[in-house]
């Protein structure tokens, strides 16, 4: 069984699709700290004048460890604002017509007051349209030890899980021996060798939400991600 402990972000890109879509389970773990400035509340989308982040207000109270599952949006009408903003700049996608409808009711319906199930209610929806049946489960359903990389190796060890996926940023602070002690191996993943697509607004971005792929392509994303196509 292969594992995915990873937090959630808000509108991910296509490399974050890829890691649900080759494990077995996906463990959303926002029992972390809230950082500022990062995926979890925001990401990119391409404009004519380049790339442009897309942010979801939220409320940061100066509380040490705000976690993210704890953190709560501070406008109730961010999702009008992004939804406008996303119709502006991708109404000449080539799939526009296709999708916009389904975007649309995704943002009008994104009325939750913690961040954590914001970027569910976007991540599952573009998991069903991808076709990804991995199983979800939420870090709140494990005893979470202290140390950090024990952590990760008990909630595998929970579940079952032989093999634990991660990001290759992770290789600069892994403990890879607490895997290999309990047998669990590790893979790092490659975002390396993306297909190109017909993107709006060039030269050609892969790093930005995946909801640009599926703008300009539609009901063929599947193919422009490595472990689905």
Not at 50 to 60: A, F, S, Y
């Given at each position: 069984m292969k594992a995915l402990i990873t937090q959630s972000n808000y509108i991910p890109w296509k490399g974050y699709f890829?890691?649900?879509?080759?494990?077995d389970v996906w463990v959303v773990y926002d029992d972390m700290q809230f950082?500022?400035?990062?995926?979890?509340?925001?990401?990119?989308?391409?404009?004519?004048?380049?790339?442009?982040?897309?942010?979801?207000?939220?409320?940061?109270t100066g509380k040490f460890h705000q976690?993210?599952?704890?953190?709560?949006?501070?406008?109730?009408?961010?999702?009008?604002?992004?939804?406008?903003?996303l119709e502006q700049l991708y109404?000449?996608?080539?799939?526009?017509?296709?999708?916009?409808?389904?975007?649309r009711e995704l943002y009008l319906s994104a009325t939750h007051p913690r961040l954590t199930d914001i970027n569910l209610h976007f991540t599952k929806a573009i998991l069903e349209f991808l076709g990804v049946?991995?199983?979800i489960k939420d870090s709140r359903e494990f005893?979470?030890?202290?140390?950090?990389?024990?952590?990760?190796?008990?909630i595998c060890r929970d579940l079952g899980a032989t093999t634990y996926l991660t990001g290759p940023a992770a290789k600069d602070y892994m403990e890879e021996d607490q895997f290999k002690k309990s047998g669990i191996d590790i893979v790092y993943s490659d975002y390396s060798g993306y297909p190109e697509y017909n993107q709006?607004?060039?030269p050609f971005e892969h790093g930005v939400t995946i909801l640009d792929l599926i703008f300009n392509v539609g009901s063929q994303a599947r193919r422009y991600l490595k472990y689905l196509s």
């Open positions: 890829d890691n649900i879509a080759r494990c950082t500022r400035r990062d995926w979890r509340n925001r990401n990119y989308v391409k404009t004519p004048n380049g790339l442009k982040w897309l942010t979801v207000p939220v409320e940061v976690k993210i599952n704890e953190t709560v949006v501070a406008d109730r009408e961010w999702n009008i604002n992004h939804l406008r903003q109404r000449k996608a080539p799939c526009y017509d296709e999708i916009g409808p389904w975007v049946r991995t199983e005893k979470l030890a202290e140390e950090k990389t024990e952590r990760l190796v008990s709006l607004f060039p």
